[in-house]
């Protein structure tokens, strides 16, 4: 399984975009990255996924590098209902499985 | 369209207690997880399930058992409750496409005494 990783927290001014980064340079070419976020106490949301191109949706965008080693989350005008840790996910593929394994993520706080 | 629900959301047991935590969905999803929150842990995966009838077990699967028997619920149960395992319980489903996204629920929390 591909691992990721993320800074522990970052902070970002409201109206701002936030570029949250991950790492997951053991990715086979047949896994996705995928983004979740967690609000406190609230069930995680998916955000948005991608194989190798760029994706964007209402939400955010989502940037993978060409050799698909890393990819940063972008939150185009970070709100304060946007703090919460957010998680990057490289999906495990093959089989019969369709597991997620969640890591601990980038708490992000925007400020006022 | 109620999307996850998990039952209860708060329940404190007893050392030895046993229950049984229910998740339901109505999106008629193939996939079903559980999930358990510890701070500063992230989310570790306990069971899934990739269909009706059939269970898998996850990272952390000792000392919880899960069932599959309809195809909209997924139960899991804690036979003899330990302190260890409170925590917060998280339930998620999905279709069966590597490119679909998961629904969770709101959480159980579970505290063990």
């Known amino acids: 399984d591909a691992k990721t990783t993320q800074p522990p927290s970052m902070d970002c001014a409201e109206g701002r975009a936030a570029n949250l980064p991950c790492n997951h340079s053991t990715i086979s070419g047949n896994e996705y990255v995928y983004w979740y976020r967690q609000i406190h106490s609230q069930g995680p949301q998916y955000i948005i996924h991608g194989l190798k191109n760029n994706e964007t949706n209402e939400m955010a965008s989502l940037i993978i590098t060409e050799d698909r080693k890393s990819s940063t989350l972008i939150l185009p005008h970070a709100t304060l209902r946007d703090t919460a840790v957010y998680y990057c996910?490289?999906?495990?593929?093959?089989?019969?499985?369709?597991?997620?394994?969640f890591g601990t993520g980038t708490l992000l706080a925007v400020q006022p | 369209n109620a999307g996850v629900t998990q039952t209860p959301k708060f329940r404190v047991l007893k050392t030895g207690q046993s229950m049984t935590l229910l998740c339901a969905q109505d999106?008629?999803?193939?996939?079903m997880y559980w999930y358990r929150q510890d701070p500063g842990m992230g989310l570790r995966l306990i069971h899934y399930?990739?269909?009706?009838?059939?269970?898998a077990k996850g990272e952390v699967p000792d000392g919880y058992n899960v069932s599959r028997l309809k195809k909209q619920n997924f139960l899991l149960g804690l036979e003899s409750a330990a302190p260890s395992q409170t925590s917060v319980y998280f339930c998620?489903?999905?279709?069966?496409?590597?490119?679909?996204?998961?629904?969770f629920g709101q959480g159980t929390r579970l505290t063990v005494v």
């Open positions: 399930s990739v269909g009706e009838g059939t269970t």
């Open positions: 999106m008629n999803h193939e996939y």
């Open positions: 998620a489903s999905s279709y069966d496409r590597v490119f679909t996204e998961a629904f």
């Open positions: 996910i490289v999906r495990v593929a093959g089989g019969a499985t369709n597991k997620l394994i």
